[in-house]
C-alpha cells in the first residue's frame, strides 16, 4: 500500500492557473502510475489525468491542452498544472496511485482531496 497527500488547491477566478501536488510514499515499487481525478458536487468521480511510468500521458478530453501531469522521482511527487481555468473545472481533486499490467490498471490508493474553486 502506498500513501498520498495532495495540496495546492484553492480559489482562482476564471482564466487563472493553479498547480496541484501529490507525494507519494510507502510501497512505491508497486506503483507505476499516478493520476488525478475529480468529483464535483452531485455528480460521480472522473478522471482527469495519468502517468504512466514517468513518461505517456493521457488525459481527458476536457483538459487538453489547458493542464500537464508530470512527475519529479527525487521528491516522489505528481504534480498536475491546471491553466485556462474554468468554473467547470470546480471539484474536489484527487491523487491516485496504481499499476498497469498487461493493459488492465489496478487501484490502489487515494488521497484525501484537494478542493478547486474557479469563479467567474
Known amino acids: 500500500q502506498v500513501q498520498l497527500v495532495e495540496s495546492g488547491g484553492g480559489l482562482v477566478q476564471a482564466g487563472g492557473s493553479l498547480r496541484l501536488s501529490c507525494v507519494i510514499s510507502?510501497?512505491?515499487?508497486?506503483?507505476?502510475?499516478m493520476g488525478w481525478y475529480r468529483q464535483a458536487p452531485g455528480l460521480q468521480r472522473e478522471f482527469v489525468a495519468r502517468?504512466?511510468?514517468?513518461?505517456?500521458?493521457i488525459y481527458t478530453d476536457s483538459v487538453k491542452g489547458r493542464f500537464t501531469i508530470f512527475g519529479d522521482n527525487t521528491r516522489n511527487t505528481v504534480y498536475l498544472q491546471m491553466n485556462d481555468l474554468k468554473p467547470e473545472d470546480t471539484a474536489v481533486y484527487y491523487c491516485?496511485?496504481?499499476?498497469?499490467?498487461?493493459?488492465?490498471?489496478?487501484?490502489?490508493?487515494w488521497g484525501q482531496g484537494t478542493q478547486v474553486t474557479v469563479s467567474t
Open positions: 491516485n496511485a496504481g499499476r498497469y499490467s498487461s493493459g488492465t490498471y489496478y487501484s490502489n490508493s
Open positions: 510507502g510501497r512505491l515499487a508497486s506503483i507505476n502510475a
Open positions: 502517468i504512466i511510468n514517468g513518461d505517456t500521458t
